[in-house]
């Protein structure tokens, strides 16, 4: 199937990003894609058995060395899979712009991990807690002059 040019990305087919839903799950679906090295790449086709085996994660395509994955980060991350594979046998590609985007998808993922952890704040109220603040605060404001001779006209 011949991809229109606005879909080919250097050379190969690129696909849009999926849109998050809505719910709990909303943002954790992750769509990645695993790249093997070459010392692998006899053995795609049992890593993707391997992954498929793990359960909730799964391999929803493959291109030469690489494998398109989906898993939730409520229960994977990419650095977590990455570490299966790799003690089983299965080695992913070291070059240096996957260094680089491993480095970007694990940081990522990391602070999605520790945002979600954080107890939810109470966005709407906190505007009170700096008018309570400010009206137990010495600020300056203060006016001496009594009330009577304030409303005066």
């Given at each position: 199937?011949?991809a229109?040019?606005s879909?080919?990305r250097?050379?190969?087919?690129h696909?849009?990003?999926?849109?998050?839903g809505?719910g709990?799950?909303a943002?954790?679906?992750?769509?990645?894609?695993?790249?093997?090295?070459?010392?692998s790449?006899?053995?795609?086709d049992?890593?993707s058995r391997?992954?498929?085996?793990q359960g909730?994660?799964t391999v929803?395509?493959?291109r030469g060395?690489?494998l398109a994955?989906?898993?939730s980060l409520?229960?994977?991350?990419f650095r977590?899979?990455?570490?299966m594979?790799d003690?089983h046998?299965f080695h992913?590609?070291t070059?240096?712009?996957?260094?680089?985007?491993?480095?970007l998808l694990?940081?990522c993922?990391d602070?999605q991990?520790?945002n979600?952890?954080q107890?939810?704040?109470?966005i709407?109220?906190?505007n009170e807690?700096?008018v309570?603040?400010?009206?137990?605060?010495?600020h300056?404001?203060?006016d001496?002059?009594?009330?009577e001779?304030r409303?005066?006209?």
């Amino acid at each position: 199937m011949a991809a229109h040019a606005s879909q080919r990305r250097f050379g190969r087919e690129h696909r849009a990003p999926r849109k998050p839903g809505y719910g709990p799950q909303a943002g954790l679906m992750k769509h990645r894609e695993l790249r093997f090295s070459l010392r692998s790449y006899e053995r795609i086709d049992e890593a993707s058995r391997f992954l498929t085996a793990q359960g909730n994660i799964t391999v929803t395509g493959r291109r030469g060395r690489a494998l398109a994955i989906e898993y939730s980060l409520a229960e994977h991350s990419f650095r977590s899979i990455e570490r299966m594979l790799d003690q089983h046998g299965f080695h992913t590609d070291t070059g240096l712009v996957m260094r680089i985007v491993r480095a970007l998808l694990y940081f990522c993922e990391d602070t999605q991990l520790r945002n979600l952890r954080q107890p939810e704040r109470l966005i709407k109220k906190s505007n009170e807690i700096y008018v309570k603040a400010w009206q137990h605060h010495p600020h300056g404001d203060h006016d001496d002059t009594p009330t009577e001779l304030r409303d005066y006209r």
